[in-house]
């Protein structure tokens, strides 16, 4: 009995000590870099000082009722293990629309109970342990609330880990990805009955 509660006890002690294995599957909310936000940082350190970087992929403009693809990725050379978070708001710095997993293996949904901010952020799965250089990156969708704003902004974190079980070694990057609402008049406009009635104005 006593040498099964040490046996916890140790196991408590070394997840304690190393945040990193802790948080691999299941990472802290609000560490994007968005306003009133920290970033992943506080624990793997080097905030954008290292030679890596993250990469969207992602439209510059939505329209009401949209749902809209992003992809993410992270890479750097020598690194060996990935993470992210991201969440959406609006001008007002207020969450905005849904977000959406499409792969819920690598990759999972929270909300934070006072801000109502929703976070897409990776699983333990999806840090991919052992792939060198560049993340498989994590894909997700946001659908558009029907009252268009006139901008989002994603807010994105990215973990480049050396996979050597503690946070020593990993490097935090961020950055932000801005899509412009397009007007119900503006899409109108585009297309060919548009064009036609604004001959006739």
């Known amino acids: 009995m006593l040498r099964a509660t040490a046996a916890i006890a140790a196991l408590v002690l070394l997840w ?20 009133g936000e920290s970033t992943c ?3 793997h350190g080097n905030l ?9 992929t992602a439209p510059d403009a939505f329209a009401s ?3 809209i693809d992003v992809f993410v990725q992270v890479e750097d050379a020598g690194q060996s293990r990935w993470g992210f978070e991201v969440t959406v708001l609006d001008d007002s710095d207020q969450a905005v629309g849904s ?12 909300v934070a109970g006072g801000s109502g901010r929703q976070y897409v952020k990776h699983t333990s799965l999806g840090t991919d342990p052992g792939t060198p250089n560049v ?3 994590w894909g997700f969708r946001w659908a558009v609330p029907v009252s268009t704003p006139e901008a989002v902004t994603f807010y994105i974190v990215g973990i480049a880990a050396n996979g050597n079980g503690s946070t020593s070694g990993d ?24 064009k036609i009635k ?3 104005r």
């Open 16 to 35: 304690s000590a190393d945040p990193g294995i802790a948080r691999s599957g299941n990472p802290p909310d609000a560490r994007t870099g968005a306003p």
């Open 41 to 43: 940082a506080g624990c």
């Open 48 to 56: 954008n000082t290292g030679n890596g970087s993250i990469v969207v």
């Open 65 to 67: 009722g949209d749902t």
């Open 99 to 110: 977000m959406i997993l499409t792969d819920p293996a690598r990759t999972q949904l929270s």
């Open 135 to 137: 993340s498989p990156g």
């Open 171 to 194: 490097y935090t990057y961020t950055d932000v990805h801005v899509m412009d609402g397009v007007s119900a008049s503006i899409e109108e406009d585009e297309t060919t009955w548009g």
């Open 198 to 200: 604004s001959l006739f």
